[in-house]
């Protein structure tokens, strides 16, 4: 594998469970992301790991909860979602110097709807 | 803060016509800027890239951006229009400070090419 892999492509899920997304960055970098991409509405970051520890949270609803356990795997754990969070789901990942990072890689998503 | 701008939310060009797709950034540090192209359900991919140096920057597919400190932008220009350029395209500068690890994107210009 090369690059920045993410797993499951497509997921399908009721209101009522419990799922998570995977995302794995082949190329040794430190600092990982997670954006949401809805239809007709600007990229949103919704959490930076850097070092593995998380240095962002935009804000994002608690039925969203990361985990970075190594700097190369990223998860982003789902319950209890609603019907406005189906959207496309990216992860990317980049070098980070001190506060200073430089072009991201991005996965290919996982098209999530929510049922 | 950052900021970018990318002007023209659609943009229409014939097969074999110049592309050209406008990109204005804000910036309170030496930005750093990029070009990212989406095509339909997939992840971005990294076009090209600014930080320093040589102001023309050449990037896949034979695209290319100009850095123009004094107009603050970086347009992205294709001499002739391929039917595989239709995609979105998205213009970022990275943060600054506390926010340095991340990138703030604009909204993303729609490319379509007409036959």
């Known amino acids: 594998e090369t690059g920045v892999t993410q797993t499951p492509r497509h997921l399908v899920m009721g209101m009522t469970n419990k799922k998570s997304l995977k995302c794995e960055q082949h190329?040794?970098?430190?600092?990982m992301y997670w954006y949401k991409q809805s239809a007709k509405k600007p990229l949103e970051l919704m959490f930076v790991?850097?070092?593995?520890?998380?240095?962002e949270n935009n804000s994002v609803p608690s039925r969203f909860s990361p985990e970075c356990p190594n700097s190369s795997h990223l998860f982003l754990h789902l319950h209890t979602l609603q019907p406005e969070d189906s959207a496309l789901y990216l992860c990317a990942s980049s070098q980070v110097h001190g506060l200073t990072a430089y072009e991201q890689y991005f996965g290919p998503g996982t098209r999530l709807t929510v049922t | 803060a950052q900021s970018v701008t990318q002007l023209g939310s659609h943009v229409s060009v014939s097969e074999g016509a110049l592309v050209l797709l406008r990109c204005n950034y804000s910036s309170s540090v030496p930005p750093y800027l990029f070009w990212y192209v989406q095509y339909p359900n997939q992840g971005l991919q990294l076009l090209l890239k600014?930080?320093?140096?040589?102001?023309l920057v050449k990037g896949i597919n034979g695209f290319e951006a100009e850095f123009k400190k004094s107009e603050t932008s970086f347009h992205l220009t294709k001499p002739s229009a391929h039917m595989s350029d239709a995609a979105e395209y998205f213009c970022?500068?990275?943060?600054?400070?506390?926010?340095?690890?991340?990138?703030?994107f604009g909204a993303g210009t729609i490319l379509r090419v007409k036959s």
């Open positions: 190329l040794g970098h430190n600092a």
């Open positions: 600014y930080t320093t140096g040589a102001t």
């Open positions: 970022a500068v990275r943060g600054s400070g506390e926010y340095g690890n991340k990138l703030v």
């Open positions: 790991y850097s070092l593995e520890e998380r240095v």
